[in-house]
């Protein structure tokens, strides 16, 4: 039986699916109405009533159009319009959403300090004061620069109680009397300062609320300095409220305290919260964890036999999904205090309005001067009247708040950050940017171990005051193990050794154009080669390439050729300098005209100004 | 016997026609307003005549104020804001003109505007409201319509 055309036609009606706008929407449903609906309705001009509707229905789909595109940008952070999306993107990709940034400088306090008696070479000890940390001084701009740290004009007694000046004071003669005998010195001692105020805020927290949101009333929190409670609880601020511990600097009071200034303590945090930055405000929120401070056990000591498999009547046990976290974490993602008061102190401000230019810092607003050896009063009023700041420096490091698009733009790198230690690079990168008060690591190197497929070898090394290679202290070494102990596979074995230096000496020969003043030529050169050799240009594992010195020397102008280049290994105590100890063959490692060091070794001319030696032929 | 069969008899009778629906129903061209509901074409009362439908469009036209037509801001003559500016009758009426004849030219421009004429009638105690009442004169070249007239009620709040 033959179907009729026009039922067919009704049956396979066409659509289009192209329509996305107004206009290609009312024209897609006038094309439709025509098509299909000629016998019902034809005039669909803009004055009438068939033409309303149309614009009705064409104004509802541009509608939907327009929201599911906007909705789809809104997942991309490259489209995504509005804060709160972009915000998410942000925070999901862990770009940090931060204020202006504080600028800091070091500020030089003098002050004038009167000898013990007239004509002693130094000032009276128990005048001498100690500037205290929180301080505020201030620019002629109006910038607020608080104090970071103590300015220690005097150092704290040894162990004999003895109590000296510090050796890091500029000292100048103060004043004379008529006889010419001193009776004051001018001391400076500089602090480092950072812009910005610093504020209290206290919050009453009623009955127990999970995840509670504080917050802050200024925009722009540069760092939050402490929140505690009224119970005496101090609130750690973590980056995430998984994290259930923090690190706290410590002082490192052992030997090589001079070149490790801390020591790294881990302390568990079940008092923590996190911080959330609102894009538009940039009004930070502290958020609490969700637990109760009441249900504190719970946190604190997980008990793994809570999460034993239930057997309770069975004799068979089926397969079960385990989560292993959970062995490893609380329930209650920290906790907060209830009905306690909660004191936030904080600091806030910054911008390029705050790299203040050099000298002017110039007034004190607040002064926090001690005197630990107790001096008379009047004493130390003088010396506390005295006292007078500048900046030799501009103040730097002042930014403003990124802009969203700025943000955004952070996010690929952000990507690829982590915060586990999984390739070398990851680890290379953990090392270099331990904070630089727990030790500072010069060069690190990795390499296998080849007695321990599981263990790879980390070589490292550190310079001292003179810029030369020492083994890098234990205390850094035992900072290092609690930095890198966090961040690394539990599987991860990692075996923390000293590089081995290589100290060697460079001998070679040349011939100089005689129209040339020999001396001036061989200047040149050496300057060169000191330069090429700077310990900053030298890597563990890094051969030396013997071509590249022959070249150096050939390249001065005034050499007319270069009779022999030779490198020797120097070790030990010669001519009373002290080298490293290390002995290594520089014939049987020398291949292809390249020098190559031992295993996690690296090569230094620890005295360059001896140890590279030219010698002129003619 | 040979029959004779004139052609002029060969087919339906007019009646037979109609009923088998070969003679087309007037085809519905525009919805007629106010909405009423259809018994015959659909949905919708429908107009059959051109003419008819240009005439409730232009009515429609002309009482539409800027800002209710969705999609189309500046549809219609927008007289509403006439009605509360203008006290004098001339002023409004001098107005009104070119706000109908611009609104026509604009969404209706096959329409030739003839004449208008206005009566304002005061408050008085049977009604509440002040109305202004216009007679517009206008032809639809296109479509032959001469001189066709339409009245048009504005109240006055």
Redesign the interface.
């Given at each position: 039986m033959a179907t009729e055309p026009k039922k067919i036609t009704k049956e396979i009606r066409q659509r289009r699916y192209l329509a996305r706008d107004?206009d290609s929407l009312r024209q897609s449903l006038l094309d439709y109405a025509r098509q299909y609906y000629?016998?019902?309705?034809?005039?669909f001009?803009?004055?009438?009533?068939?033409g309303?509707?149309l614009?009705?229905a064409?104004?509802v789909g541009d509608n939907l159009s327009f929201y599911l595109d906007h909705l789809y940008g809104e997942l991309n952070p490259e489209t995504a319009v509005e804060n709160g999306s972009i915000e998410r993107a942000l925070r999901s990709s862990g770009v940090t959403i931060a204020g202006a940034s504080p600028a800091t400088v070091n500020v030089t306090t003098y002050i004038e300090v009167p000898t013990a008696s007239p004509g002693d070479d130094g000032p009276d000890l128990s005048l001498l004061p100690v500037v205290k940390e929180g301080s505020i001084f201030t620019s002629d701009s109006g910038i607020p620069f608080t104090l970071i740290e103590d300015i220690r004009f005097i150092v704290d007694p040894d162990e004999n109680g003895t109590y000296i000046i510090n050796p890091a004071i500029k000292k100048k003669v103060g004043r004379r009397r008529a006889d010419g005998a001193i009776v004051s010195y001018f001391l400076s001692l500089d602090g480092l300062c950072v812009s910005g105020r610093e504020v209290r805020q206290v919050t009453t927290v009623g009955s127990f609320t999970p995840f509670r949101r504080i917050q802050l009333e200024q925009p722009n929190i540069t760092e939050i300095v402490n929140v505690y409670d009224d119970y005496g609880n101090t609130y750690y601020e973590v980056g995430a409220l998984s994290h259930d511990v923090v690190y706290r600097n410590a002082l490192n009071s052992s030997s090589d305290s001079d070149l490790v200034k801390d020591g790294l303590r881990v302390i568990h945090a079940p008092y923590r919260f996190t911080k959330l930055t609102d894009l538009a405000t940039r009004k930070t929120t502290l958020l609490f964890g969700g637990g109760s401070a009441a249900s504190l056990e719970d946190d604190v000591i997980p008990d793994p036999t809570e999460f034993a498999l239930p057997l309770p009547y069975s004799k068979t046990i089926k397969r079960t999904s385990l989560n292993p976290e959970k062995l490893l974490t609380t329930n209650t993602l920290g906790v907060i205090s209830s009905n306690t008061n909660l004191t936030i102190t904080y600091r806030y401000g910054g911008g390029l309005s705050h790299n203040v230019t050099p000298n002017s810092i110039s007034s004190i607003t607040s002064l926090s001067l001690a005197f630990p050896r107790n001096p008379p009063n009047s004493d130390a009023v003088k010396v506390r009247n005295s006292l007078e700041i500048s900046n030799a420096m501009a103040a730097s490091g002042g930014e403003d708040a990124l802009t969203p698009r700025e943000l955004i733009a952070l996010i690929p790198a952000v990507k690829n950050s982590q915060e586990r230690i999984v390739t070398k690079e990851d680890l290379l990168a953990r090392v270099y940017t331990m904070p630089s008060n727990l030790g500072r690591v010069f060069r690190a190197s990795i390499t296998p171990n080849p007695n321990n497929p599981l263990s790879t070898q980390l070589f490292i090394i550190s310079r001292d005051n003179n810029q030369r290679l020492i083994m890098s202290p234990d205390s850094l070494k035992l900072n290092l193990r609690k930095y890198l102990n966090s961040y690394r596979m539990i599987s991860d074995a990692i075996d923390v050794l000293d590089a081995q230096v290589v100290n060697l000496q460079l001998k070679f020969t040349v011939v100089i154009d005689p129209s040339l003043n020999r001396t001036s030529v061989l200047s040149v050169v050496l300057a060169k080669l000191q330069k090429q050799f700077e310990i900053r240009k030298m890597y563990i594992d890094q051969p030396i390439i013997i071509s590249d010195v022959i070249n150096t020397i050939y390249s001065t102008q005034g050499i007319v050729a270069v009779d022999s280049v030779e490198l020797i290994n120097i070790s030990n105590v010669v001519d009373n300098r002290i080298y490293s100890d290390v002995v290594h063959d520089v014939k049987s490692n020398t291949k292809r005209q390249m020098l190559f060091p031992p295993t996690g070794g690296i090569f230094e001319i620890r005295y360059p100004d001896v140890d590279i030696i030219a010698k002129v032929v003619t | 016997m040979a029959s004779t069969i004139s052609f002029k008899s060969v087919g339906m009778t007019g009646q037979k026609l109609i009923e088998s629906n070969l003679i087309p129903s007037l085809?519905?061209?525009?919805?007629k307003?106010p909405?009423k509901l259809g018994k015959k074409?659909?949905i919708f009362d429908?107009?059959t005549n051109m003419s008819d439908?240009i005439h409730d469009?232009?009515r429609?036209?002309i009482l539409t104020n800027w800002g209710e037509?969705?999609?189309?801001y500046y549809?219609g003559a927008n007289l509403r804001p006439l009605t509360t500016e203008y006290s004098v009758q001339e002023e409004f009426d001098s107005e009104a003109v070119i706000r109908i004849k611009t609104a026509t030219a604009t969404?209706?421009p096959y329409i030739n505007l003839i004449d208008y004429v206005s009566d304002f009638e005061s408050y008085t105690k049977l009604s509440s409201v002040a109305q202004i009442k216009l007679l517009i004169t206008y032809s639809v070249p296109q479509l032959a319509v001469e001189n066709r007239k339409l009245r048009i009620n504005l109240f006055v709040l």
């Open positions: 107004f000629p016998d019902r309705i034809q005039d001009s803009e004055a009438s009533i068939g309303l509707f614009d009705m064409a104004y | 085809t519905p061209i525009g919805i307003t909405l074409y659909g429908m107009y439908t469009n232009l429609n036209l037509r969705l999609g189309l549809f969404w209706m």
